[in-house]
């Protein structure tokens, strides 16, 4: 038994103990072990990759959700502009167009409200702040037509001089709002 034993350690001259059949064997391992390691190394990289790539497909996702509540969000803004001002007609000024949406004020501010709620989240900070002190302001000079009405009982009111500069700035500010909102879309698109 230690006669076989003595004959199963390497030789001095590898070349030799390779040429005996335990260098048949010797690659055989290593072979086999190297596809294994192959195989598994291809494996973790596909596993990872497709990790990587499912991520990247939510991340996608996520973003068109966002772009197309943009978008909705600008296209509402549009027509609410469109509610919100006067047809032009012949003659009319930025004055005439001021007096005719300031009778309007309450439904410009509840238009305006309505609008923030629904969007308010997926707008600019910047366009967003603009909007809340466009709400504000539309909800202080609203009340100068309400108190005209209630004092005069007349059907032909003229609004009064501040709900005109209220009614100016609103015109102002949702201009701003817009140009902003069409830019946002734009600059993701």
Do not use: C
């Amino acid at each position: 038994i230690l006669a076989s034993a003595a004959d199963s350690h390497p030789p001095d001259n590898l070349l030799s103990w390779f040429s005996s059949g335990y260098g048949v064997i010797f690659v055989a391992i290593i072979s086999v072990s190297s596809n294994l390691l192959v195989t598994w190394l291809i494996e973790k990289v596909r596993g990872d990759n497709s990790k990587a790539l499912e991520t990247h497909k939510l991340n996608l996702k996520r973003v068109e959700l966002l772009f197309n509540r943009k978008v909705s969000a600008a296209t509402d803004f549009l027509l609410l502009v469109e509610n919100i001002l006067p047809s032009y007609r012949p003659g009319m000024d930025s004055y005439d167009a001021a007096e005719l949406v300031a009778l309007s004020l309450e439904s410009a501010e509840a238009d305006l409200r309505n609008f923030n709620l629904k969007h308010g989240v997926v707008i600019t900070s910047e366009a967003r702040d603009l909007l809340q002190d466009t709400i504000s302001q539309v909800d202080e000079g609203k009340f100068d037509i309400i108190l005209q009405e209630l004092s005069e009982n007349s059907p032909d009111v003229e609004p009064p001089q501040e709900a005109i500069d209220v009614a100016g700035l609103l015109i102002k500010n949702i201009s701003i709002i817009e140009k902003l909102l069409i830019e946002d879309v734009l600059g993701n698109a």
